[in-house]
């Protein structure tokens, strides 16, 4: 079956740095886009970032534009999340999720995040 | 920035009907999607493209959109509904990934 799991979290002081990644079995890893979501302590979900299943686009919320950086391996089955300058409001857990997707009859792409992993907590704090 | 608008919380009692709201400008153009997460677990897939259930959800969530809303809906709510939920759309363009703020709904 489909499975996602995240790695590399963990107590970070400002202006650090992480790296994350999520490890993906169970389906075409290379047929997928992929996206980084996080919830905050007692917040709601945020989504951050997406990459498409080549690798030839990314975007970002502005929350974390050009501090984080998302990119995959399809030979190792793999997503990562590079962050940069961490702020204390970065403090979530972050989890990575599928992009399932159709086509419709005009071309059109929809996608949307099933399955997620069970997230990877990231503390900034010094 | 794009938003989705969702009531903070929804009360029920168990075997009556409930509605979430969830309402935003793009709605119109693109489909809603609902998410149930429970304290401690990440989030699971409740409807796709507006009323599609996915295996292994109960018949008693039904999703719906009109206009500039979407409505998820339990019928017959039960004690194990009690749970966050979201729903989740794209801005126009379909680049911007979009979740509301989320619905906590108690069953008591």
């Known amino acids: 079956q489909v499975h996602l799991v995240e790695s590399g979290g963990g107590l970070v002081k400002p202006g650090g740095s992480l790296r994350l990644s999520c490890a993906a079995s169970?389906?075409?890893?290379?047929?997928?886009?992929m996206n980084w979501i996080r919830q905050a302590p007692g917040k709601g979900l945020e989504w951050i970032s997406y990459?498409?299943?080549?690798?030839?686009?990314?975007e970002y919320a502005d929350s974390v534009r050009g501090r984080f950086t998302i990119s995959r391996d399809n030979a190792k089955n793999s997503l990562y999340l590079e962050m940069n300058s961490l702020r204390a409001e970065d403090t979530a857990v972050y989890y990575c999720?599928?992009?399932?997707?159709?086509?419709?009859?005009?071309?059109?792409?929809?996608?949307?995040?099933?399955?997620w992993g069970q997230g990877t907590l990231v503390t900034v704090s010094s | 920035s794009y938003e989705l608008t969702q009531p903070p919380s929804v009360s029920v009692s168990p075997g009556q009907t409930t509605r979430i709201t969830c309402s935003g400008d793009?709605?119109?153009?693109?489909?809603a999607y609902w998410y149930q997460q429970k304290s401690g677990q990440a989030p699971v897939l409740v409807i796709y493209?507006?009323?599609k259930r996915p295996s292994g959800i109960p018949e008693r969530f039904f999703g719906s959109r009109s206009g500039t809303m979407a409505t998820l809906t339990v019928s017959g709510a039960q004690v194990e509904d009690e749970a966050d939920y979201y729903c989740?759309?794209?801005?126009?363009?379909?680049?911007?990934?979009?979740f509301g703020g989320g619905t906590k709904l108690t069953v008591l």
């Open positions: 999720a599928r992009e399932s997707y159709f086509y419709d009859s005009s071309g059109n792409y929809y996608g949307w995040f099933d399955p």
């Open positions: 169970g389906f075409t890893f290379s047929d997928y886009y």
């Open positions: 990459i498409t299943s080549s690798s030839n686009y990314a």
């Open positions: 793009a709605l119109p153009k693109k489909y």
């Open positions: 493209e507006d009323n």
């Open positions: 989740y759309s794209t801005d126009i363009s379909g680049y911007h990934r979009v």
